[in-house]
């Protein structure tokens, strides 16, 4: 799911059709699954995610690759429209609900889903910044560096970010199982 | 978040970390020190939202419709029918995102245009006075004397003396008639007088306006010219300026001039003096003159030839008289002779000068003929750049000149428009900058409260 994209036709300055379809089939569900965690909204998350496909469709010719890869590019404007969309929450003042919890996985033991549990839970207790550290890198796969991209720091700095996050989720992980 | 470039300091146990979640991601062994983060961090891959296939299906369906659509330019707005139209509840982020950059650099465009126009228009007749070189004010007169020295030194036209004795004619055009006017011809216009004091006139017209009357043999004829000509109020002084130039190239003196050019208007009158061979040619080329209409003309001829051979002998008499009194003075034994000879040669030397003035000024009159142009404001159409005539056709240098013209204004409106749009984009750029500034820390805002 986080292939490089094929290199297609591109046009000038910005990736061409069949390299944006390519990004889109390779990063949809990553980016979904980056806005639904960063939104805890699943029904956002879809039209959130295809808010930011219509615009790297329709700003493709902004991109410029000595900026950054195209998926930092791509994430970076699904943040963007994901954090508009927080804005617009705050704006109104409506909340919306936790996003639907999945369901257990037949296989799984006791012991896995209660591990499981503590760290849907953990998570929803981390703030926003962290929550969205632990999601570009887990749910959308991105690497530091690509995380770099699109948070606009260097990827030493992100890699320390993205720990900082995790001890706190493990911190709050054991006070869940604690509890 | 954005802008932390800030090079943090390298932890080994950070980077031992980092790298056990890049190889439990992998699929690759882990260190056992790290095999509860490796577990975490693959439960946390576990944990990723997973897309519906109603809510792909959705996602899909408008991002094909997207692909239809031309890229953007920045600031685009996607059509408000189709938001919405998807979803039951969309929630559209950056659906408020109004492109006020874009809005922004119109309404100035538009806004510097508006004012650049007004200003060129209004200006227009301000641009006409200020082309008279520093006596633009309104209602301002000034009398310029070009080669007013000369004028004084040669010109001094004697007052006809003999114009009462003497017979004329005059050919006058009418306004409607500039381009070709005809002429009131009369009885003695084709040929030479059959008696002195009679009206002559010439033939063989060669300019657009025909000829003045050239001098039969022998005959001595005063010519004289008026013209009328109207132009646009912002370009009295040009046309008069044209005027001088062409007097000047034909030899000619300006007597006296009178320019008053103003906002409002303006008109000129100008006292020629040109020789008479030059006649013609000089009534052609004034009443061709760019940006200028022929009004009216008049060409007037005078046969002085009667006067003028009255005059001169009347000096043959004075200058015989004076050699008889001079011999019978040599011959005078008393004193009473000597005075009433020495009173009567007096007289006879007064009035040979005066016979002489008399002669020179008819032979002035004759040798340079006058010129009354009239130069005044009004409506068009008026002359093309290069000439209303035939005879002044498009030429390489009037081209060049509309040129410059043409140029020139095109810079000053730039230039008007430049300083119009600069301060508006200083403006709207820091407007764009605060929106920008305030737009990122909202959403890091927002990001910091979800």
């Known amino acids: 799911m986080i292939d490089t994209p094929s290199a297609a036709g591109e046009e000038l300055g910005g990736p061409g059709w069949g390299r944006l379809e390519a990004l889109y089939r390779s990063s949809r569900d990553d980016v979904y699954a980056y806005v639904c965690t960063l939104l805890r909204d699943r029904a956002a998350a879809e039209d959130v995610t295809a808010q930011a496909f219509e615009r790297a469709y329709r700003r493709r010719r902004t991109f410029d690759r000595r900026r ?39 296989h799984d033991g ?45 990827e030493s700095n992100a890699g320390t970010l993205l720990h900082r996050a995790l001890t706190r989720l ?8 604690g509890s | 978040m954005r802008g932390r470039r800030r090079q943090l300091p390298e932890d080994p146990q950070l980077t031992a970390e980092l790298e056990a979640i890049e190889r439990a991601l992998s699929g690759r062994p882990v260190d056992p020190e790290h095999a509860e983060l490796a577990r975490l961090s693959l439960l946390l891959v576990a944990e990723r939202p997973a897309v519906a296939p109603q809510s792909a299906a959705a996602i899909d369906a408008r991002v094909a419709a997207a692909k239809a659509l031309p890229p953007a330019r920045r600031g685009h707005r996607r059509p408000r029918s189709r938001r919405g139209a998807d979803r039951a509840s969309p929630a559209a982020p950056g659906r408020r995102r109004a492109p006020a950059l874009a809005w922004g650099g119109g309404l100035a465009t538009v806004i510097a245009l508006i004012v650049a ?35 004084a030194a040669t010109a001094a036209p004697a007052r006809p003396s003999a114009s009462a004795r003497a017979h004329g004619s005059a050919q006058t055009s009418s306004p409607a008639r500039a381009g070709a006017p005809s002429r009131a011809s009369s009885p003695a216009r084709t040929g030479a007088p059959s008696r002195a004091g009679s009206p002559a ?6 300019s657009p306006f025909g000829p003045l009357a050239p001098q039969a043999n022998g005959r001595q004829v005063i010519e004289s010219g008026q013209l009328q000509l109207t132009t646009s109020p912002r370009r009295v002084d040009q046309v008069a300026e044209e005027a001088f130039r062409v007097i000047g190239q034909l030899d000619g003196i300006v007597q006296r001039s009178t320019v008053n050019a103003t906002a409002a208007g303006g008109y000129a009158e100008i ?59 040599a011959d005078a034994h008393t004193q009473a002779q000597i005075d009433s000879l020495t009173a009567q040669i007096h007289d006879a030397e007064a009035s040979i000068a005066s016979d002489q003035a008399t ?88 990001l910091d409260a979800a």
């Not at chain 1, 493990?170 to 199982?177: D, F, N, P, V």
């Open chain 1, 110 to 154: 006791a012991e896995e889903a209660l591990r499981r549990t503590a760290v849907r839970a953990a998570l929803a207790q981390l703030s926003g910044r962290d929550r969205e550290l632990i999601a570009l890198k887990f749910h959308a796969g991105l690497s530091n560096r690509e995380i770099a991209g699109v948070l606009g720091v260097s």
């Open chain 1, 68 to 106: 950054g890869e195209e998926r930092a590019w791509l994430f970076g404007i699904a943040r963007n429209a994901a954090l508009d969309e927080l804005r617009r929450r705050r704006r109104l003042a409506r909340l919306i609900g936790e996003p639907g919890e999945a369901a257990p996985g037949p």
């Open chain 2, 271 to 329: 006292q020629l003096s040109v020789p008479e061979q030059s006649l013609p040619q000089a009534m052609g080329e004034l009443s061709t003159l760019p940006y200028a209409s022929v009004a009216s003309r008049t060409d007037a001829s005078q046969d002085v030839t009667g006067s003028y051979d009255a005059d001169r002998r009347a000096l043959a008499d004075a200058r015989a008289l004076r050699t008889s009194l001079l011999k019978r003075l």
């Open chain 2, 201 to 206: 006139l010439a033939s063989a017209p060669s």
């Open chain 1, 170 to 177: 493990r911190r709050a992980c054991e006070e869940e199982e």
């Open chain 2, 117 to 151: 126009l007004a200003l060129t228009a209004g200006g227009g007749s301000r641009s006409g006075s200020s082309s008279s070189s520093g006596r633009a004010t309104a209602s301002s007169l000034h009398t310029t004397a070009k080669s007013a020295a000369s004028a």
């Open chain 2, 359 to 446: 002669l020179a000024g008819l032979e002035h009159q004759v040798a340079y003929s006058s010129v009354q142009l009239t130069i005044a404001a009004g409506r068009g159409p008026f002359g093309l750049p290069g000439g209303s005539g035939s005879g002044a056709g498009f030429t390489l240098s009037r081209a060049a000149h509309d040129a410059g013209r043409v140029l020139t204004v095109a810079a000053g409106v730039a230039l008007i428009a430049l300083a119009v749009l600069l301060p508006l984009g200083l403006l709207v750029a820091l407007a764009a900058w605060i929106w920008l500034r305030l737009r990122r820390r909202g959403r890091e805002q927002a």
